[in-house]
């Protein structure tokens, strides 16, 4: 059977390496893994999503409407937009960061309110992390995408030290210690 | 050792196996990965190299190829009209060593400013085509691209679409086959096309599409897979994943690695083997109109779309007539379209132009986003140059309005093809005035060196152009140097420049934020004192992602402030504080 992660937020947030850092997870736990990704600056501050698929053989590497067993967002507003894509039964890991998004900044529409509890109330489980204050304690307010991807290993039942011997050969050198402990700290939130 | 790679590094690694030379290209989402690892290879392997626009980067694949070297150029579609014309001829000289075309389609259009299908250009050009539908195939299939350029001595093909470039699966990575600079032998009547002997090409030419065609029909690249017969599917790349996805064993399929030309007896063969026949395919009917045309009968573009993606759960819907449940909010989500960076220069640019209330004809490029609200500030976008061109057009039909026009574009855009539209204002005499923002940087397409940053490709120091003495060379006399974080200076410069009645080439000089190099240098966040903020809004106007506006005062955000300053002389009361 194929599972399916959704990782959203806004462009500049570091989705990418989170998906990177989950695929090559998945990839040494010998599952069949497909990631599908958005590039180009031109993404940046725009909504953004990465697409990541496991299991015994992957044929699409998207993701579509009801098809998420987890849903990763960076921002709560994401978590709303890309609610749909979850499916039921499915749930959401959300970083309680809020990103006004250029409507809202100019005043063309509002930041809608208390986003999260009305996620809830539809039925959805929701594990909400404060990930800047993790990655802060950590040493970078840069260090979100890796304590969050630790939230999203908490929820698998794969072992922590595959995850930390994922980010020991793909983050540089001098960032290694820095993601460990962001990671650390969303694993254990 | 298996890998997962992106479908571009697959490509970049089949590259390697291949024993190519030499890669030659200019950046272009979503191809732009496979140079950019290409490059990791090292250039005693690889030659690889951002050339200045898509057409000298094919013609120094060309030049490679017919010098005996396997070379190999990457481009994004619309990146394959500025190379047409050596395409087009290319495919009567044949090569040498091996020469591989890579053009990436963006169904979609995530990040293009069209929806263009690159496989009319092959068969236009009569070129053979292969299109992968994963990251193994990208370099098996670059591998096999390379063998059959060789042996059918044609320029080859190989087609991505974004989901493809911009996917990653596992790859079992080989060593690299070294394959020796092959012998050069003049032969004019081959390589160099006059009339004469390009007449006896084209007899070549259409030979060699019977003898490709006739290799197709029993190349291990198209794969017929036979389970319920009831539904036959027909599709190639992505969209072979996507109806797998959705269909799985309860329809047989026919993949196709070879998209031009076709299998026809195979097609033939699978059509007669299942009851109804479905042709996939992403954009235009390319090959439903080759299955109609041999009489026979299949669904296509009728039931499906002309416009935008294929995916599994729309083939899913049509075909199968299932469709997933999936749960929504009722309240209205605001959008998030993407938005020029904090600290962005083109940002002070934007808002002085906006204080001049000018017509402003565009170009592509990050800038482009100065199109979106609260700048607002293009008029017109095309195609990489027009700006500098289409501004020469327009002043020539409204003179009385050159003084309320400017063109707007990129350093790297500029080289690319806005040098020769600079020319034509200066040879034609229109006031234009040119703005180059030059941020030092290809920004786009995720930070590529050009021929203006001083930088070659693996960052090894190399000239920069020098766009004062290029303008002065063309034969413009006005050329003068802004810095668009000084948004007051930077208006009232271009106003002037605006009164003069010559043409004027106007350089807006400050280095990308996000370079490293520059953003280490940057001072620390700007913050709003709350005690004087009056909520006037000022500082919002010129829309900078890291402010935001609650409980009627102004706040940044200190994760995405990256100190430009900018809004500091906005706000009247002194609230805003910062800059060490
Ligand atoms: C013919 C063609 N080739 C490539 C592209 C992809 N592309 C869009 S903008 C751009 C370059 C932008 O760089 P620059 O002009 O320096 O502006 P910046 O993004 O840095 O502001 C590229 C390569 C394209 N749209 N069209």
Redesign the pocket.
Known sequence: MTRSILIVGVGGQGTLLASRLLGRTLLAKDYDVKISEVHG??QRGGSVVTYVRYGDNVASPIVEKGEADIILSFEELEAARWLPYLKKGGKIVVNTQKMDPMPVIIGAAEYPKDVLKQVEAAGVEVQAVDALRMALEAGSPKAVNVALLGVVAQNTDIEKDVWEETIRTTVPEKFIDLNLKAFGLGYNA | MKKLMLGNEAVAQGLYEAGVRLVSS????PS?EITENAVKYGEDVIWCEWAP??KVAMETAIGASIAGGRAFCA??H??L??AADPLFTVAYTGVNAGLVIAVADDPGMF???NEQDSRHYARAAKVLMLEPSDSTECKEFTKLAFDLSEQFDTPVFLRLTTRIAHSSSSVEVGEREEVPVKEYVKNNQKYAMLPANAIRRHVVVEDRQVAEAEWAETAWVNKTEYNDTKIGVIAAGITYQYAKEALGDKASYLKLGCVNPLPLNLIKEFASKVDTLYVLEQLDPVLEEQVRAMGIDCIGKEAFDLKGEYSQSMIAKVILGEEKESIALDIDIPGRPPALCPGCP?RGLFSALKQLNVFVSG??????LGALPPLGMIDTCV??GASVSALHGRNKVRPEEAKKSVAV??????V??GITGLVNAAYNQSNSKVIV???S?????GH?Q?P?TGKRINGDPTTAIDLEALAHAVGIERVIVVDPYDIAATRDAIAAELEVEAPSLIIARRP?VLLKEVRAKMPKPFEVAIDKCVGCKACMKIGCPAISFADRKSSIDFTQCTGCGMCQPLCKFDAIKGGN
């Open positions: 600056m031109s | 200019y950046p272009g989402t732009t626009n898509e481009q994004k619309v990146g009209n500025v990040s293009s400013q083109h170009d592509i490029g990050c800038y482009t195609c990489m574009i990129g350093d790297s855009t500029f690319h093809s923002l030059d941020n940087i290809t920004g786009m397409t590529q050009n203006t990308c």
